[in-house]
């Protein structure tokens, strides 16, 4: 054991006294502040991350609704996209019936095209041999006729109704009487003398002094007749303008051609 001595002892008693004398420097605690800080910082943390879970919840929300209403409207066009596809179908099959329809009616409009022109030969040929009667009127109509098969703007109906119609009117002549003041050429000259048609039987004229004769199909020209068929032409011919009533006339027609 260590024994001081007296000076020693002093000094050290000194120096304990000195020491309890001495003012310790404070020392500053910085925990709480930082804690605090912390906290704060982890309370702003948690309300960013807070708002961003509900901004989040609210855009997926929208999202969901969003998404329901696209799928709403996909099946909707889907029903819609089946729908016109039928539909196009549909067009389809009715283009393409119209389309063999019309090849059907080109056909047949060529070939009724063929046929009207084989109609107007034949008029033509038969006019050519008729005996003659009303030429202007039947000639121009023989005109128009062919000049209407011709016109693009005269479709295939109208073509075979006046072509119809034609064949119609040639037809009545055969069934109509007729009586009219025209010039004949006879004899070298031109005399004026009234005709009478018996439908498209023969053709007969009596001149103002009293010559008659008829038409002559076979040789194509007027032959003039003796004076014992006066009174037989006499009465046909009062009887064609009713002067008298309709009675049995004994007439000349001529060579009938085959």
Known sequence: MMILKGTQKLILAGFLVLMLHTPVPAQTDVRPQAVMEDHEKGMEAEARTQKAREAWARERRDLLARLESLEEENRRLERDCDRLSRSRDHLERDVAAIERELMEAKRLEEELDGRLDEVLLRLGESM???????????????????????????????????????????????????????????????????????????????????????????????????????????????????????????????????
Do not use: C
Request: aromatic content about 8%; glycine content about 8%.
């Open 128 to 258: 050519a041999s008729d005996i003659p009667f009303l030429e202007d009127e039947r000639n121009q109509r023989l005109s128009m006729l062919h000049d209407l098969m011709v016109d693009p703007d005269a479709g295939p109906a109208e073509r075979l109704r006046r072509i119809m119609e034609a064949l119609r009117i040639e037809a009545d002549y055969g069934f109509t009487v007729e009586l009219r003041r025209i010039p004949l050429a006879l004899d070298g000259n031109e005399v004026l003398a009234q005709v009478l048609r018996l439908g498209r039987l023969g053709l007969f004229y009596r001149t103002g002094d009293g010559r008659v004769g008829f038409y002559d199909a076979g040789q194509k020209r007027w032959q003039p007749l003796d004076a014992s068929w006066d009174a037989a032409f006499v009465r046909a011919f009062d009887v064609a303008s009713r002067k008298r009533a309709p009675e049995l006339v004994t007439l000349p027609v001529g060579r009938i051609l085959p």
